[in-house]
T-cell receptor, first 113, second 115 residues
Framework: AQSVTQLDSHVSVSEGTPVLLRCNYS??????LFWYVQHPNKGLQLLLK??????LVKGINGFEAEFKKSETSFHLTKPSAHMSDAAEYFC???????????FGKGTMLLVSP | ETGVTQSPTHLIKTRGQQVTLRCSSQ?????VSWYQQALGQGPQFIFQ???????GRGNFPPRFSGLQFPNYSSELNVNALELDDSALYLC??????????????FGNGTRLTVT
């Protein structure tokens, strides 16, 4: 069975400061990992994905994530937050050979001026 | 390229009623999956359809059922609605069968309120 734990329900940062959203996972099989973003009243948009290639993954809008197998972590970072980054972020795991996704409970990112 | 579209955007139903939600998949995608997102929670997998057959199901009761049509569009039907069915229902499409994983593309969802 697979599961995802997002360690913070809310993260508050000031515009221009770094962002760190933490995610730990467990999976019985070699997983693929994703981060999705959801803006208010919108669907989910894929930020980035890890599928067993490079462990440092670059995504859209300046976000990146590092897969650390020894720590079973896949934390999302961005060097400098922008007001438009305010949204809910979901860490997602997909076991190898399966197409369905298991989502974490989400982290709400708040960005203040 | 047309994205995933869902209808209606909002819906209010009474407990015990039945509801049908609709989804048009992205052009070129043959697989549709449905997720339920309760308030303050991450989406939970309901089921997936590939070539008009259900080929995966999450932990949801049989009163949640679906269809996929030859044009790959899909319906989610929920019978005997309960208050806890109030949620955002998300449809996602992908292109399976290519040998390479195709990421899911999500629609904006249908907000269902059961009173």
């Amino acid at each position: 069975a697979q599961s995802v734990t997002q360690l913070d329900s809310h993260v508050s940062v000031s515009e221009g400061t770094p962002v760190l959203l933490r995610c730990n996972y467990s999976s019985s099989y070699s997983p693929s990992l994703f981060w999705y973003v959801q803006h208010p009243n919108k669907g989910l948009q894929l930020l980035l994905k890890y599928t067993s290639a490079a462990t440092l993954v670059k995504g859209i809008n300046g976000f990146e994530a590092e897969f650390k197998k020894s720590e079973t972590s896949f934390h999302l970072t961005k060097p400098s937050a922008h007001m438009s980054d305010a949204a809910e972020y979901f860490c997602v795991v997909r076991p190898s050979g399966y197409s369905t996704l298991t989502f974490g409970k989400g982290t709400m990112l708040l960005v203040s001026p | 390229e047309t994205g995933v579209t869902q209808s209606p955007t909002h819906l209010i139903k009474t407990r015990g009623q039945q509801v049908t939600l609709r989804c048009s998949s992205q052009s070129g995608h043959n697989t549709v999956s449905w997720y339920q997102q309760a308030l303050g929670q991450g989406p939970q997998f309901i089921f997936q359809y590939y070539r008009e057959e259900e080929n995966g199901r999450g932990n949801f009761p049989p009163r949640f059922s679906g269809l996929q049509f030859p044009n790959y569009s899909s319906e989610l039907n929920v019978n005997a609605l309960e208050l806890d069915d109030s949620a955002l229902y998300l449809c996602a499409s992908s292109a399976a069968g290519t040998g390479v994983y195709s990421p899911l593309h999500f629609g904006n969802g249908t907000r269902l309120t059961v009173t």
